[in-house]
């Protein structure tokens, strides 16, 4: 697969340029290969520099000198996406009915990813909906009701503005965006007492059909969550897609804000800004001929 991403900002006047900070580059993995990438970025910046971020994330840092009235950051990278089409999770026989209990050695390594951000009664109770009577479930069963429902229950939208809203604005308004949905699920099930984290990245979308795919044409989001024997499973509940099927992970954090693609400051007066324009592209190239 080919991913092209274009960042446009646009300027009245010519602003002086801060630091911008990228995430564009995929996680490599053993079901994701990089094999070109080039990343070109106008006005051309002062430095351009990459490190790992605590996440273990790639990202890249710009500076500029200089005013402009452009910026521009085109990133394409070329991959060998290894899809599981009927992935079948071992899970740890501990953890194959819900409720189970992360072990000591586990729950140290996982206490942020069971963190609650955003804690509230409204969320705690749309989650418990999801278990039977005497509350014991299949543990796949359990998450592949909650990736379904959260599709049943919202009207996907696309919002241009920037954040995420929080879990309990989520279910009060009935929409949202994949983020918000990935929010509400990551917020949902760590009510349950199950590790999870956010996922920012990519999304092949193959084509219209009976359910046509979600979140193409920009960057996408989901989560993963951690469970023992099979570790961390992707979740889409905007495409109620469970394991890696096109998608293409760039970051990974605890929460929606620590996985921004693109984030940066400019000096200049706030009526300068006039807009920004994404645009993003997932391609399937065939495997060239022996």
Known sequence: MTVRHIT??????????????????????HDLRLVRTRLTISPEPKTLRWLHDVFDNSLAIATFEGPTSELVFDSEVTLEHIEAPHPDYALATEAQVFPFAYSREERLDLVRALERHHPAGEVDR??????????????MALLRKITLGIREQLTYSRRYERGVQTPAETLA????????YAFLMMEGVRSLGLAARFVSGYIFVPGAGDAPVRGGGATHAWLQVYLP?????????????????????VAVAWAPAQALPLWGTYTGPASSFLGMDVSVSVLDEPEPEP
């Open 8 to 29: 446009k900002y646009r300027y009245a006047t010519p602003v002086k340029l801060g630091e911008h900070q990228m995430m564009f580059r995929p996680r490599e993995s």
């Open 126 to 139: 749309w989650a418990a909906g999801f278990l039977p009577k005497d509350g014991r479930i299949g543990t």
């Open 173 to 180: 308004k009935g929409t949202g965006t994949c983020r918000d």
């Open 229 to 249: 024997g099979a570790g961390w499973v992707d979740f889409d509940p905007t495409n109620s897609i469970i394991g890696n099927r096109n998608l293409i992970r």
